[in-house]
């Protein structure tokens, strides 16, 4: 049986959904909730009318159009090499430096005697439809689609590769060396393993990696090896040690956070470093919340509040259509700061509330709306995963501060990472209790820091035995059996 997507003839079987075959043919689609039904963004038009494609069955010669892949504000480089690492590579061939992220995927080619940069290409990682954070995609390889997972990202890194040589005009066949950072499940599912044991207690990998692997025994399209940064344990990945080496975290004392699914953070005293990863969940990137989204054009990027007027910023300067991380924070310090949530996170109703102009009747509940038009808002349920992000961030930096017996204030510089920590507001994120304000005067955004280490990696064996030092020194707090974190989430669910 067959059907058509976009115009291109795909076969099926008896029993599969849309979904089921799109994400067999890799063709994009974004599903939040893995396909459960619940989030309602995987939205495809079949024969002319708007379906989720996870609850939609194919049916003979049914005409599929997915929505045409909104593209994403990704953060391509990083600011955050401060350490001098000398290029050892002496030699002219092409190498590919690329962060896997849960979200996004940036792929940086490299000319590597000189070390330019010769092409970036970047996107949402391809196994969106499987779900938006690591739980999701572990859940989903274990229920039987680890080799569609993995063929999802080698395709989408074959498909950047590509663009990457058409963009510079060379040749993947120079292409010799590759580097890769990734949280520790992203590095399984590229690599073919099962991150299923990572899903439960004690939490153990099958490969903390460090490792080099032929590409092509990977399924990747050139001729060459690749190098997989170390990861330190099941959730704190080789993101998080490229970053600590981009950022040349060593002497004094320094904070590291990675503010995105898994939260991920280091702190370093004096060259000790301890280091845990908090599940803040997808909340912070946009999804499972109504009116999230990736940051894309007509995303609200910065929400400000003059008077009784709500200010918005949206990101290529479009007409509102939906919100993104950095301007959910906003909105939530914009709604404290009004009257319109409580302390306990509760959005208060019109007799409450001392915003009540704000308010709008959604299914039977109110909503916080930030457009005149009510397109895009914030509802109960919305505040709540967002607050069950910001409290397990928060008491995972509590933690690390306790356990080195450091206090906030004598941190000395509060790095943030990644595309949503490099772009959202530091001091609205105080505001709500996600970074202590003792740490503003020295908060900076650092980039990607993943991608910075993973181009250092790519130039530097001396920079690979870096990577391996960090992992040394590191020491791992596992969180879900610290006596003290779950005492501490609780009150760091609180707005005061």
Known sequence: MKLFINGTEYAFTAGETVMDV???ESISITSPCGGKGTCGKCTVNANGQQVLSCKTLAEEDMSVITVTE??????????????????DAAYNELGIACDIG????????????????????????????????VISRIQAASDGSLEELQRA???QINGFIDRACTESGKD?????YMTVAGNTV???LFTGLSPESIGKAPYTPMSLFGNTVQAEKLGLNIDGEVYIIPSISGYVGGDITAGVLSCGMGEGISLLIDVGTNGEMVLCVNGKMLCCATAAGPAFEGAEIQCGAPAQPGAISQVNVEGRELKLTTIGGEDPTCICGSGLIDALAVMLKLGAVDETGRLLDDEESEAPEFLIELDDDDAFALTGDGIVYITQ????KLQLAKGAVAAGIGVLLEEAGIKAEQVQSLMLAGGFGSKMNPITAAAIGLIPQQMLPVTKAVGNAAG??????LLSLNARKRLDEIKRNMTYIELSTHKGFTDRFVEEMMFE
Request: aromatic share 2%; glycine share 6%; charged share 20%.
């Open 452 to 457: 910075e280490g993973a181009v250092a990696a």
């Open 381 to 384: 349920q919305d505040i709540r």
């Open 70 to 87: 909104t593209p994403m504000e990704v953060l391509e480089q990083g600011t955050a090499q401060q350490v001098d690492i000398t290029n």
């Open 186 to 188: 992203m590095c399984h």
């Open 172 to 176: 993947k066949v120079d292409i010799k």
């Open 153 to 155: 990202i080698i395709s």
């Open 22 to 24: 799109l994400r067999r």
């Open 102 to 133: 849960t979200t996004t995927v940036v792929c940086h080619l490299i000319h590597m005697k000189s070390g330019k940069r010769l092409a970036t290409v970047s996107g949402a990682n391809a196994q969106a439809a499987w779900g938006a954070d």
